[in-house]
Structure formats: C-alpha cells, structure tokens
C-alpha cells in the first residue's frame, strides 16, 4: 500500500528528533567540545543520512540553546560560563519551587498517581543514586535527566516540566567537561534521588524543596571548585 500524505513527514521528524537526541548525548558524554564546530555534511556523512533532517535536528538544537549558528561555517558547541551556571541553578531552584512547593498549597495535588507511577521513577532514581555514588558520569547523566524529567512530569504542568529539562540538560552540559576533568568522582555527586522520591511521595513538599536546596548548593560548590573559583 502506497504511504500516505503524512507519512515521509512523520518519518523525517522522527529522524530529525534521533539526530538530535544522538547529538545531544554526544555533547554530554563529552564527545563534542564547547566551541567546536561542524557543518550539517560532516553530521550527515557520520550519521549515513540526508542533510534534510540534520539541518533540522541542528536548528532545534540551536534553539535549545546547545548550539550557535556559525555564519558560513555550520554550527558550534555553545559555551557555557560559570556565571550561566550560577544562573542556571537559580532558574532550576524557582522551576522546581513551582513544580513541587504548588502541594504545599493543595496536598491532594497527584493523588491520583499509582504506586506503579512512583516506582517507575524510584527505579530511575535508584539507578542514577548508584552510578552518582559510583562516579560514573556516563551511566548518571542519563538515569538522572530521566528522573528529573519523569519526577516533574507527575507532578509539574508540562510547560513547567520542559523548561525544566532544558536547564538541567545545559547545567550538566557546563559541567561534564569540569567533572571528567576532576578523576575520581566517587562520593563527590549527589545521589539524593529516592530521599527526594520519598518526600514527594508523603506530599511533603517542604522536605522536598529542603533536600533540592541542599542538592543546589553542593552542586553549586562542587562545580565552582573544579573551575577554580
């Protein structure tokens, strides 16, 4: 049976989401420097895919703020400061008051979600607790943007809930290169994840908002350390 009108589209966008997702991991597993350039050829050639949807891929990634538009050049690695980081870590405290301090005012807020709900992020926050315990960066980035994003799903709105996983995606973008960068990393990460689960489980958002604070804080010293400040 022949495609439908819709279909090389749907095929295309997902493409177009893949590239970017492939690309985003590689900018955190450190694989793509801050500041290093590529074109959409040299991305489409690795990938073994048209130009299309890696231009594509590339512009929302652009838009996430990842990347900038090299001018006759393609694209480059954006670079982060320590001072967009303070600020980063700023903006995470106030989304992630919104998103868990709204049960303090209605503590029937996500009563209707299930044990199975819970325990599907719980598996996330205990896989993310053991590689940060662990130190290993490659294993912790992804169960802990996961748990994040799965964690303020249940209990956020969704506008919340996305803007607060493009900071933590550009937070840990700013400090994989400082923590790859630091060697043993064993003890040195926060690993609060099921204390975290916990709190929100009992509806207790000031112990919630009390262990992110915490959380902000050692993340904040640890970073300003390895970048020398």
Known sequence: MPAGPDGPAV????????????????????????????????????????????REALVDLTAQGLLDSAQHRGFRVHEFSLADHR????????????IFRGLAADPERGRDLTADDLAGVRRRGEE????????????????????????????????????FHRLR?????????????????RGRLWSGHCELVDALSRRDAEAAHAIIAAYNVASLALIESLAGE
Do not use: C
Not at 169 to 185: E, I, N, T
């Open 87 to 98: 600020a980063m870590l700023e903006a995470r405290r106030l989304v992630a008051d919104g």
């Open 128 to 163: 993310a607790s053991r590689a940060a315990s662990a130190g290993d960066l490659n294993i912790l980035i992804g169960y802990d943007l996961r748990f994040w994003r799965e964690l303020s799903a249940l209990f956020g709105n969704a506008y919340l809930s996305d803007f």
């Open 169 to 185: 995606v550009q937070s840990w973008m700013y400090a994989v290169p400082h923590l790859r960068a630091a060697g043993d990393l």
């Open 11 to 54: 095929t295309r966008s997902t493409l177009r989401q893949q590239i970017a997702d492939a690309l985003r991991d590689e900018i955190l597993g450190g694989r793509l420097s801050p500041g290093q350039e590529f074109t959409v050829k040299e991305i489409a050639e690795g990938y073994g895919v048209s130009a299309t949807p890696v």
